[in-house]
């Protein structure tokens, strides 16, 4: 599924996946969908909803999400340019 964004919105995701786990062990979300190349997309949603999908389970958004994540174009010392992601 291919990200739906507006037009103003400059989406730099990487796809890595990784602000879709969760826990001490990092286990995977129900529905994060993990490809050959290595990069991830959701099966359900083009966009994070900010709300729990499942029982101890928040999709959220990534500007609410710790800011730590290897290479992630939104870490805090990078410039947020999408705030809704
Ligand atoms: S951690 Fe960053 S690069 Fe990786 S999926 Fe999340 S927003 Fe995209
Ligand atoms: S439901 Fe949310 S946390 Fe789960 S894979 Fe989709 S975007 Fe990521």
Do not use: Q
């Not at 969908?33 to 999908?53: H, M, N, S």
């Amino acid at each position: 599924m291919a990200p739906v964004l507006g037009p103003e919105v400059k989406d730099l995701c990487l796809r890595c996946g990784a602000c879709c786990t969760t826990g001490e062990d990092n286990h995977d979300c129900p529905f994060l969908v993990r490809i050959e190349d290595g990069k991830t997309f959701c099966a359900i949603y083009p966009i994070r909803l900010g709300v729990e999908i499942s029982k101890g389970f928040h999709c959220g958004l990534r500007k609410d999400t710790k800011y730590d994540f290897e290479n992630c174009p939104y870490n805090s010392s990078k410039p947020m340019l999408n705030k809704e992601l």
